[in-house]
């Protein structure tokens, strides 16, 4: 199971951190991704990092601003949003990958998360 929080409203160029917190299989050994769907619109990806935390990739709407980060003794993957765009607002999910290193691609994830609102108003 995979429990997403952190979501909310924020004025533009602010900043939140999501956090996902997993029970269940074991979390170490698979790769863990956020996508993001906004009103209307297809999920898409946003990052990912592999199963240690030594490799991550993003999209490019979100490079130098999103960081993702895991900790694995807490079963936690974390996504600090800085210098938020109201284009990035949406309902954002995280997800455990079928293998330890990282995909882009939704059919790659075998568990979602709820998913948790995140507004950004201009």
């Known amino acids: 199971q995979l429990q997403a929080s952190g979501g909310g409203l924020v004025q533009a160029g602010g900043s939140l951190r999501l956090s996902c917190a997993a029970s269940?299989?074991?979390?170490?050994?698979?790769?863990m991704g956020w996508f993001r769907q906004a009103p209307g619109k297809e999920r898409e990806f946003v990052a990912a990092?592999?199963?240690?935390?030594?490799?991550?990739t993003y999209a490019d709407s979100v490079k130098g601003r999103f960081t993702i980060s895991r900790d694995n003794a807490k079963n936690t993957v974390y996504l600090q949003m800085n210098i938020l765009k109201p284009e990035d607002t949406g309902v954002y999910y995280c997800?455990?990958?079928?293998?330890?290193?990282?995909?882009?691609?939704?059919?790659?994830?075998?568990?979602w998360g709820q998913g948790t609102q995140v507004t950004v108003s201009s």
């Open positions: 997800a455990r990958g079928k293998m330890s290193y990282y995909d882009t691609s939704l059919g790659s994830y075998g568990s």
């Open positions: 269940g299989r074991t979390f170490s050994g698979y790769s």
């Open positions: 990092i592999n199963w240690s935390g030594g490799s991550t």
